[in-house]
């Protein structure tokens, strides 16, 4: 909960400062918490990028963690290593299917839950190419 209050006070500040659309988004908890506040609030965020999202914790897919994605309401797009330990592409795309705002999958091919961030197999393209993809998805 508080971190989900962390989150919706930082979009409250930026709204001060900000004009035009105000997104939402984060890299595994984060971005968990991130959905979830926007389950809550949808009217908090225009958008949602998840990278990496813990569907569920490594070897335990019977723990979803996606109570609330039928009460997501925020276009959402989910950026996904085919190596993620916490989500495999068959399950992120099954768990989509409950979630009644607009979404897409981009799957990062080869990529851990770190999705090629870190380690020998950075990739210095993949920034760019998640904006993209994000703006795509917006549009």
């Not at 996606?66 to 009460?71: K, M, S, V």
């Given at each position: 909960m508080r971190d989900r209050a962390g989150l919706r006070n930082a979009v409250e500040a930026i709204k001060k400062f900000a004009t035009g659309r105000i997104f939402l988004g984060g890299h595994s908890y984060g971005g968990r918490q991130a959905s979830m506040l926007c389950a809550e609030a949808p009217e908090l965020a225009a958008g949602l990028l998840l990278l990496s999202y813990p569907l569920h914790p490594p070897?335990?897919?019977?723990?979803?963690?996606?109570?609330?994605?039928?009460?997501?309401?925020?276009?959402?797009?989910?950026?996904?290593?085919?190596?993620?330990p916490f989500g495999s592409i068959a399950e992120i795309e099954q768990a989509l299917k409950s979630i009644p705002a607009k979404t897409k999958l981009q799957v990062i091919e080869g990529a851990g839950h770190d999705l090629g961030f870190k380690g020998k197999a950075r990739r210095e393209d993949l920034p760019k190419e998640i904006v993209e993809s994000f703006r795509q998805f917006l549009r």
């Open positions: 070897r335990k897919p019977e723990q979803l963690r996606t109570q609330h994605f039928t009460d997501l309401r925020t276009g959402t797009l989910f950026v996904q290593g085919t190596s993620d």
